[in-house]
């Protein structure tokens, strides 16, 4: 196609896929070559050493030994019986009892699509977490809502802030997304009496409620409050793997309410038709009898990256810099001494060797504020942590400098 035909179609493409239009990691990346072992704190990734490599790779055998051709067909559009069923008995571990309303997603990003798609018109207000999961964004921008940005505080969500936006601008949001429990990017923990006062709010304004627990697993003190479906049934909860065994394979699942379940399941099939038959076989085989152990063994070994990057931070970060210390899930949120802000930090950082990610892109553009950043601990030894939060600490000495000469 010639240069000027494929223009032509980039203007034919529909308002949606501006959103698409530039990805969030464009302003990071020319940055992290600068350095020729620059030591990366941006990745939400878990530690690779924990991959159940030899797990996955028996079950995969015992999968393909044993699979009828008929399960090669199109089919179990709410996922293999088994793995819900190991679902729905782990979820009662949360304090969630589940029903048979779960369905398997290609992740918990996939769930969030689909909520997305079965709520939002263009211009309706959906209530985020200030600041809130990058990747989330990504899946409800296609869809144009209204954000309403709502601050946090050590208890999480402000939700009399919801409340009185409501009373301001006469406007009810369709949807609040929120991230309880060690939340992505703040590691902050919604407690119990926000979690029930955010459910209050909803039900009095036919709000819906996407709870979103990716870490909820991972604590490293006691375990967190209750999960929000786990106190109200009309919550949507999205649960996965990719953090307790693996996120490249993509197997995570949804709870829905009984009311919108089947619409859910028809989104699903007009978007993938089923998930992949025999990974969902092999994560069952491979969670089944092992995930319970692998994951007390995860807990200790994450919460020494945890100490090692708090320790760290204590010893090499300038006065004025302060962060969130997090109960558990993968990430510290570090707030910059007064008129530093994360992206003029950024290349400073990546030339002593140190990458995270700026805290600006944790908002939608409207709403960026950039003067924290997110360090996560998940994917680093405890000595890659110790020196990498040296130089971190070593760059903003320096933009420090900069600034008052
Ligand atoms: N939600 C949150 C809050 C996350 O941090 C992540 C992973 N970074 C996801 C969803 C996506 O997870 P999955 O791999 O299950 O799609």
């Known amino acids: 196609m010639s240069v000027d035909a494929s223009t032509r179609l980039i203007d034919r493409l529909a308002r949606r896929s501006a959103s698409y239009a530039d990805s969030p990691w464009a302003a990071i990346d020319p940055h992290l070559s600068a350095h020729p072992d620059l030591i990366y704190f ?12 030899a797990r996955f790779a028996w079950a995969a055998g015992e999968v393909w030994e044993r699979l009828d051709p008929r399960e090669l067909d199109y089919g179990e559009l709410a996922g293999y019986p088994p793995l819900r069923e190991l679902i729905v008995k782990r979820m009662v571990g949360l304090g969630i009892d589940a029903g048979d309303e779960v369905m398997i997603t290609s992740g918990s990003q996939q769930g969030i699509d689909f909520v997305a798609k079965l709520f939002l018109d263009p211009g309706d207000v959906v209530v985020v977490e200030a600041p809130t999961y ?18 946090m ?25 929120v991230i309880p429990t060690y ?81 859910l399941l028809l989104a699903k099939e007009a978007t993938d038709i089923n998930a992949a038959r025999p990974m969902m076989r092999e994560m069952y085989l491979s969670a089944d009898g092992f995930i319970d152990g692998h994951v007390a063994e995860a807990r200790p070994f994450y919460r020494r990256r945890r100490d090692a990057l708090l320790r760290a931070l ?48 944790f908002y939608p553009p409207a709403d960026a504020v950039d003067d924290s950043l997110r360090l996560s601990f998940s994917s680093l030894t405890e000595e890659r942590i110790e020196i990498g939060i040296e130089r971190l600490g070593r760059a903003i000495a320096e933009a420090l400098g900069e600034r008052v000469s």
């Open 134 to 151: 990058i990747g989330a964004l990504q899946a409800l921008d296609g869809y144009e809502p209204d954000y309403w940005s709502v601050p």
């Open 314 to 361: 204590r010893e090499h970060m300038p006065p004025g810099t302060t962060w969130i210390e997090p109960d558990g899930g993968f990430f510290v949120w570090v707030t910059l001494p007064v008129g530093l802000t994360a992206m003029d930090l950024l290349p400073i950082a990546a030339r002593h060797g140190a990458g995270f990610l700026p805290g600006c892109l």
């Open 42 to 53: 941006g990745s939400g990734a878990p530690a690779a050493e924990l991959y159940p490599m």
């Open 153 to 177: 505080d050590d208890e999480g969500i402000d939700v009399r802030e919801i409340r009185r936006r409501i009373a301001t601008t006469g406007r009810v949001p369709k949807l609040a997304y």
């Open 183 to 263: 939340q992505n990017p703040t590691g902050r923990t919604m407690s119990l009496d926000r979690r029930t006062a955010l459910i209050d709010l909803c039900a009095e304004h036919g709000i819906a409620i996407l709870e979103d627990d990716p870490y909820g697993e991972m604590w490293y003190r006691e375990p967190p409050p209750v999960a929000m479906r786990g106190l109200s049934a009309d919550v949507i909860y999205l649960g996965t793997f990719s953090k307790t065994m693996a996120p490249g394979v993509r197997v995570g699942w949804m709870v829905a309410p009984a009311a919108i379940y089947d619409r």
